[in-house]
């Protein structure tokens, strides 16, 4: 009788059996083997260069060897790859630099060269059992560390914080795509902590043997998400992203087809295990076990404890420069002068904006004719003063003292440098209510008779 439900039916079947190591074949195909080359390498080398830094130490020996190899890489874009500019800018925010894209190519060239080599070299090995065991291992640990860090950021919510004041004022149309990201992302803390649960929960799975190919095919999946993100949005993680895509695809290695029949071709599927080398010595398999739940615990504690502490400086949690918010001018007194509000003017204020934390602020200053710029902030409220300086020439600056007459307004007064020339200012502001904003306002309604789509 033909089953109605093939791919329910195959799915209860499954959650009935346990996973049972399934035995390895003894002799690998030649492409197998090549492949398997190529991928040590290229593996072992990406994780030699981009350390998730989770562990202690880690970061302080990579600053010791990624100098040189900066230089290499330099060195290579200069000379034999004859770039237009040189390469002077190295991985940060942006993990799609130029950099990176040489790193990516001196990768993959190194590995097919090894590849060679070792082929030429170890024609006759018909398998190798016990290094891929140590290389899935290491790619466990890795992506499993990779997806703990980003998910507790997300379940703490700092890597997407909720949209500032500057955001809320700036149009759709001048946000850039990777903006635009953030502030979907930013907007909903049930968003932001059901994908970084889901993270944690496929990065944790990865720990452990008996549960890497659910974890690795939950891992896939939230990578694949994160990978279409960065591409359509055009956030430049792009090259991490689509490497975790791949370390999930490896370690399902196999398993990939037995899911396939499981999912579509109404069969059952147990689940492949990859054996674990014979260890008769029993100090040495105990001090791995002990080793290992150390390191997953620490994984899980330090992942969390970074980013707790982290929230005293990033994410919705830290603490507000003491102006944080916008403020809309009432009257702008410049040099004596009062300045009507025209759209022509270039020395009246429309809005300030204020952001950051107490350590780090910066301002963002509207004139009449609605264009903006961005300037370094810092209050002394001591002093009850507060300095607006230019990114690009610290000789522009305002020093502004400033006063709270009513809990609704802002009085500034003080001088503006440019230069040699110093003129007098002073400015009555109206604080805006940042729940004013729809954004902020609307929240979350279980009943909407008709679509609130604005």
């Known amino acids: 009788m033909r089953q109605k439900y093939p791919i329910l039916t195959a799915y209860t079947t499954y959650t009935f059996r346990m996973q049972q190591p399934i035995a390895q074949t003894p002799a690998w195909t030649s492409n197998q083997r090549i492949l398997f080359r190529f991928f040590v390498a290229w593996f072992l080398l990406y994780v030699f260069l981009n350390p998730n830094g989770i562990l202690p130490g880690v970061d302080d020996v990579f600053n010791f060897y990624i100098a040189p190899f900066h230089r290499l890489i330099s060195w290579i874009g200069r000379h034999i790859l004859h770039l237009a500019k ?115 929960i496929s990065g944790g799975l990865l720990f452990f043997r008996r549960t890497t190919a659910i974890g690795a095919f939950l891992a896939f999946i939230v990578s694949a998400n994160i990978m279409a993100m960065n591409y359509c949005f055009d956030i430049p993680v792009k090259l991490l992203s689509t490497t975790m895509v791949l370390m999930s695809l490896f370690l399902l290695n196999d398993n990939i087809r037995r899911l396939f029949n499981l999912f579509f071709r109404k069969g ?124 690009r020439d610290s000789t522009k600056k305002w020093r502004l003292h400033y006063n709270y007459p009513f809990t609704d307004s802002l009085v500034l007064w003080g001088t503006r440098f440019r230069g040699q020339r110093k003129d007098s200012i002073r400015i009555a502001m109206a604080r805006f209510p940042l729940n004013n904003f729809r954004l902020n306002s609307r929240g979350f309604n279980w009943i909407n008779e008709y679509p609130y789509g604005r």
């Open 86 to 200: 040189p390469i002077t800018v190295f991985t940060n925010g942006s993990g799609d630099t130029t950099y990176d894209y040489v790193t990516l190519l001196f990768l993959s060239f190194t590995a097919i060269l090894t590849c060679v080599i070792w082929t030429l070299l170890d024609r006759r090995r018909t398998s190798y059992t016990i290094l891929f065991y140590w290389l899935t291992t290491i790619l466990r640990y890795y992506l499993g560390i990779t997806l703990l860090t980003y998910g507790f950021t997300k379940v703490f919510k700092m890597q997407f914080p909720s949209p500032g004041p500057n955001t809320l004022l700036e149009p759709y149309g001048d946000a850039s795509p990777m903006g635009l990201a953030w502030t979907f992302m930013g907007y909903s803390n049930g968003y932001n902590l059901f994908t970084g649960f889901a993270e944690i």
């Open 268 to 391: 059952t599927a147990r689940l492949s295990i990859v054996p674990r080398p014979p260890m008769r010595s029993k100090p040495l398999r105990i001090t791995l076990v002990v080793i290992k739940s150390l390191l997953v615990i620490y994984a899980f504690l330090g992942s969390a404890w970074l980013s707790l502490e982290a929230r005293k400086e990033y994410g919705d949690n830290a603490p507000h420069s003491q102006l944080y918010g916008i403020y809309n001018t009432r009257s702008f007194f410049y040099d004596k002068d009062t300045l009507a509000p025209l759209q022509t003017d270039t020395v009246r204020w429309k809005q300030l904006v204020i952001e950051g934390s107490p350590t780090y602020a910066y301002a963002v200053i509207k004139m009449m004719n609605d264009s903006a710029n961005g300037f370094y902030a810092k209050t002394d409220t001591v002093q009850h003063l507060l300095t607006i300086t230019d990114y």
